[in-house]
Nanobody, 123 residues
């Protein structure tokens, strides 16, 4: 089993930056592709970004491409989401997820999920 714990959420003004972290434990971190998803109140969970187990491949939702960067440090068992030029519509609870089946934008393919970290973007 894999346990994921997100951190780094908080309050930021529009145009600002924030870096989220997701610490993994339980088994080999390098085995899994990792993804970030977000969910705003009343909305379904949506894909944000994903990174392959090696870190060599990444995919992004169109809404964040060019503003967000996903990365990982397998030695630290940690995946990051660097968020820049934040917009009010980026406000949500952000979730880290892991899958052994390769990077994907589909939440149903992720086996393990963290509890989420809140990101609030003020105008």
């Amino acid at each position: 089993q894999v346990q994921l714990v997100e951190s780094g959420g908080g309050f930021v003004q529009a145009g600002g930056s924030l870096r989220l972290s997701c610490a993994a434990s339980g088994r080999g971190f390098s085995m899994d592709a990792m993804g970030w998803f977000r969910q705003a109140p009343g909305k379904e969970r949506e894909f944000v970004a994903a990174i392959s187990n090696s870190g060599r491949s990444t995919v992004y939702a169109d809404s964040v491409k060019g503003r967000f960067t996903i990365s990982r440090d397998n030695a630290k068992n940690t995946v990051y989401l660097q968020m820049s030029r934040l917009k009010p519509e980026d406000a949500a609870v952000y979730y880290c997820a892991a899958t052994p089946r390769g990077l994907s934008s589909h939440p149903g393919l992720y086996d393990y999920w963290g509890q989420g970290t809140q990101v609030t973007v003020s105008l």
